[in-house]
């Protein structure tokens, strides 16, 4: 089955999580939906690429959440034998100086228009490894600092060491954020000068042959969100992997920093959005940074009616999304509404079944769905209780929840647990229900069965943020911070709205807070609310507006023709 993969060259896809399909754990959010939505495009565009990811076999976990909003997580467990066929080769990386086995599955990715696209899951549940070996690859994002490390040197040094043992044939490599950048260091073992050719204080590697060979994507606009080992840590269980000198120069001198190492060993860098890419600029100075703005899969994206009302009056938009771009002259507006309500419905059954509640279909829904950490800001909108329950009197709303945090992250799980408190607080008020276990099925119900997508990141920590993409799809306006890609996507008015301004990055957290809230609060009272409730044919044309001027650019195929354009082909 490998053999139709091997032929002709392809790029090599690196990430630590990928979104393969719902029933399949290996991703925790967004980054592991892009990576699948990248894979979806390549596979429908026919690009030829192979990923490589770990098979995490315990998935990420599943959420519980008691009465009070605490979260308490269990394995999410899956075979991979039941998706996936083993891989006829195993190589060894040395980990605490001892062979760590890694081989793996093939699980193929499978394009609606017919596109494969292989994806090889690391496994060393081998037994040729000792206990703790067998469990490295089995938990996402899981364990201390070694666990994660030694993830990495499998993800990287084994992944890249598989693919040779394979026969595939690569022209570059793609480090989707900075999990697999230790890849780099085996091809600079790979292009290692003869010690008999070097001059005393050359650099023992080829560096620029490698850089030729390497792009790194930055998901991450701080510098506290990286990547980073002890190098006491990195050397017990790297030893001399590569001459320490060499090392310290690419990765940093106190300490192993894996973004420094992919930007220092990739000839193309980019940020996930225009303004992202400003931000990794300031981050890296001396470092040029790209941006290609993430998209997402119209396929995956968009619901079942909305899907049938582009197929009846855009056929082909699935492989041409531009073509959305006359949605907004060429749909007519009941039959957009129509759809809409369809999506909607739906969203009020999985309600109905989860948590009981009966949600009134003729009022607008907000949607907020994200990981649960700070800087997100799930509780913005509840700044200030007394000021929202007034404007809900005035013109009705309703808000459905959803999201996980990790489960070491303590702020976020007292996010959650807050959260509660202010669905109790406002009983009788406004209707809020807060979906638990938030995954891939309840994300496409939420984009599209919401009448209003929210988001509210804390400026400028949101690199791209794609669930507000995913809206447009769906028809469903955004009511977001300007930040990530929604100050390339905002149309005030048009696609949606902004809160706040683009300028005001810098203010303090507090300042930051107050003012945001306040222009969410004047935005939904003066603007939104009242235009939904009292001006259907404006609603509508909005919805529209989303759908011609985001949908129609914020797809990942958009995306992948611009990678394929700027990166992969020069």
């Given at each position: 089955?490998?053999?139709?993969?091997?032929?002709?060259?392809?790029?090599?896809?690196?990430?630590?999580?990928?979104?393969?399909?719902?029933?399949?754990?290996t991703y925790s959010g967004g980054l592991g939906v892009l990576a699948g939505d990248t894979l979806r495009s390549a596979a429908d565009l026919e690009m030829p690429m192979v990923a490589v990811t770990l098979v995490s076999r315990l998935g990420y976990f599943r959420q519980t959440l008691d009465d009070q909003g605490s979260q308490s997580e269990s394995p999410d467990a899956w075979t991979p034998e039941k998706y996936a066929r083993p891989l006829p080769a195993k190589v060894a990386v040395t980990i605490e100086e001892r062979s760590v086995w890694v081989?793996?599955?093939?699980?193929?990715?499978?394009?609606?228009?017919?596109?494969?696209?292989?994806?090889?899951?690391?496994?060393?549940?081998?037994?040729?490894?000792?206990?703790?070996?067998?469990?490295?690859?089995?938990?996402?994002?899981?364990?201390?600092?070694?666990?994660r490390l030694k993830q990495e040197i499998v993800l990287g040094v084994g992944g890249a060491r598989l693919l040779h043992a394979l026969d595939f044939n690569i022209r570059q490599y793609h480090l989707n954020e900075g999990h697999s950048a230790l890849l780099t260091l085996e091809l600079l073992r790979r292009h290692a000068y003869p010690a008999d050719d070097l001059r005393p204080g050359e650099a023992p590697y080829d560096?620029?042959?490698?850089?030729?060979?390497?792009?790194?994507?930055?998901?991450?606009?701080?510098?506290?969100?990286?990547?980073?080992?002890?190098?006491?840590?990195?050397?017990?269980?790297?030893?001399?992997?590569?001459?320490?000198?060499?090392?310290?120069?690419?990765?940093?001198?106190?300490?192993?920093?894996?973004?420094?190492?992919?930007?220092?060993?990739?000839?193309?860098?980019?940020?996930?959005?225009?303004?992202?890419?400003?931000?990794?600029?300031?981050?890296?100075?001396?470092y040029r940074v790209r941006a290609i703005t993430n998209g997402v899969h119209p396929h995956t994206?968009?619901?079942?009616?909305?899907?049938?009302?582009?197929?009846?009056?855009?056929?082909?938009?699935?492989?041409?999304?531009?073509?959305?771009?006359?949605?907004?002259?060429?749909?007519?507006?009941?039959?957009?509404?129509?759809?809409?309500?369809?999506?909607?419905?739906?969203?009020?059954?999985?309600v109905k079944e989860r948590c009981g509640i009966a949600l009134n279909?003729?009022?607008?829904?907000?949607?907020?769905?994200?990981?649960?950490?700070?800087?997100?800001?799930?509780?913005?909108?509840?700044?200030?209780?007394?000021?929202?329950?007034?404007?809900?009197?005035?013109?009705?709303?309703?808000?459905?929840?959803?999201?996980?945090?990790?489960?070491?992250?303590?702020?976020?799980?007292?996010?959650?647990?807050?959260?509660?408190?202010?669905i109790e607080q406002l009983a009788g008020d406004i209707p809020i229900v807060f979906l638990p276990d938030y995954d891939m099925d309840i994300a496409l119900k939420l984009v599209s069965g919401a009448d209003i997508w929210l988001n509210t990141p804390l400026k400028p920590f949101e690199a791209s943020g794609t669930s507000g993409m995913k809206a447009a799809f769906n028809g469903v306006p955004n009511l977001s911070v300007l930040d990530g890609w929604w100050v390339e996507g905002c149309i005030e008015g048009v696609t949606g709205w902004a809160i706040g301004d683009s300028c005001d990055d810098g203010e303090s957290c507090d300042i930051a807070n107050e003012n945001d809230a306040d222009a969410l609060y004047a935005k939904l009272e003066e603007i939104v609310l009242p235009l939904y409730h009292d001006d259907r044919d404006g609603w509508i044309a909005v919805m529209q507006g989303a759908i011609s001027k985001n949908a129609s650019i914020f797809n990942s195929h958009h995306m992948m023709r611009r990678y394929a354009s700027d990166a992969y082909i020069r």
């Open positions: 089955m490998l053999r139709e993969y091997i032929r002709n060259e392809r790029i090599a896809y690196f990430s630590m999580e990928i979104a393969l399909q719902n029933n399949i754990p081989s793996g599955w093939l699980y193929v990715l499978e394009s609606y228009l017919g596109g494969r696209q292989p994806v090889l899951l690391l496994d060393t549940d081998l037994d040729e490894n000792i206990a703790e070996d067998r469990q490295i690859t089995d938990r996402l994002y899981g364990g201390d600092a070694a666990y560096i620029p042959a490698v850089r030729e060979l390497c792009n790194f994507t930055t998901h991450t606009p701080v510098e506290a969100g990286q990547d980073r080992f002890p190098y006491e840590l990195v050397h017990r269980l790297l030893d001399d992997f590569i001459d320490n000198k060499t090392l310290l120069s690419l990765a940093g001198r106190d300490e192993l920093n894996l973004t420094r190492l992919a930007m220092n060993m990739s000839d193309y860098v980019n940020g996930v959005a225009k303004r992202h890419a400003e931000v990794s600029r300031r981050m890296f100075p001396g994206w968009a619901s079942i009616p909305f899907r049938k009302l582009y197929d009846a009056h855009l056929p082909g938009w699935c492989h041409e999304p531009e073509q959305l771009v006359r949605a907004d002259c060429c749909i007519p507006k009941q039959q957009v509404w129509q759809a809409h309500v369809e999506a909607k419905t739906e969203l009020l059954t999985l279909a003729t009022i607008p829904i907000l949607g907020f769905a994200r990981r649960m950490t700070a800087y997100k800001r799930p509780d913005l909108l509840f700044y200030d209780i007394e000021r929202l329950r007034t404007i809900a009197r005035q013109r009705p709303f309703q808000i459905v929840l959803a999201g996980k945090a990790h489960p070491r992250d303590e702020p976020g799980k007292a996010l959650i647990r807050q959260l509660y408190k202010h």
